[in-house]
Each structure stands twice: as structure tokens, then as C-alpha cells.
């Protein structure tokens, strides 16, 4: 089992930024990827971006590619996703979860978190 517990959610302006933290907890080696999705309503769950605990490439959605990036630290066993320049459209609720690979799929995910909203106002 893996435990994702999600913080750093807000409200925030255009323009702004925001940092969202993923805690792990459990058997985390056990799932080398970590992803962020979000789910605006009415939308499908899409994968933002996309980090494994071994190292590589992190991967990231065209919408945000040049704004959010995506860390890690395997000490902490936390990841998170620093948020520049964001716009209305990035409003969603922000959800970490956990995989065995990086894939866009939501349903490789097993494991997740129980997410944070992010409101961007115009």
C-alpha cells in the first residue's frame, strides 16, 4: 500500500504561482512513478506532469510545458509541482498519484491522493 496526501492549494491570480507538495508514505518502492493530474469539471482527468523516484526524463503536458515543473526528494519521499504563470484554465482539483510507469493513462495510477483545489481567478 501507498499513502499520497496532497497540500499547497490555494487560490491565486493570474499570473501567480503555486506550489503543490505530495507526501508518500508505505511501500513506496514499490511504484517508481509519481504523476499530477487534474480534473476541471466537467473534463476528464489528464496527467500535467509526470516524475519517477529512479531517475529520467520527467514528463509534461503541452499546456504546461515552460511553466510547471515537477520534483522530487527521494529523502522525504515528496514530490512536488512548482506552478508559474498560471492561468484560469488551470483551475481544476490537483491529484498525486502513483504508478509503476510514467504513462498518461489515469488507470495505470493505483494509488492516489485525495487532492487539492487550484482556482485561478482572471
Known amino acids: 500500500q501507498v499513502q499520497l496526501v496532497e497540500s499547497g492549494g490555494g487560490l491565486v491570480q493570474a499570473g501567480g504561482s503555486l506550489r503543490l507538495s505530495c507526501a508518500a508514505s508505505?511501500?513506496?518502492?514499490?511504484?517508481?512513478?509519481m504523476g499530477w493530474f487534474r480534473q476541471a469539471p466537467g473534463k476528464e482527468r489528464e496527467l500535467v506532469a509526470a516524475?519517477?523516484?529512479?531517475?529520467?526524463?520527467?514528463y509534461y503536458a503541452h499546456s504546461v510545458k515552460g511553466r510547471f515543473t515537477i520534483s522530487r526528494d527521494n529523502a522525504k519521499n515528496t514530490v512536488y509541482l512548482q506552478m508559474n504563470s498560471l492561468k484560469p484554465e488551470d483551475t481544476a482539483v490537483y491529484y498525486c498519484a502513483a504508478g509503476q510507469y510514467i504513462v498518461v493513462l489515469s488507470t495505470h495510477y493505483d494509488y492516489w491522493g485525495q487532492g487539492t483545489q487550484v482556482t485561478v481567478s482572471s
Open positions: 508505505g511501500r513506496t518502492f514499490s511504484r517508481d512513478a
Open positions: 516524475i519517477r523516484w529512479s531517475g529520467g526524463d520527467p
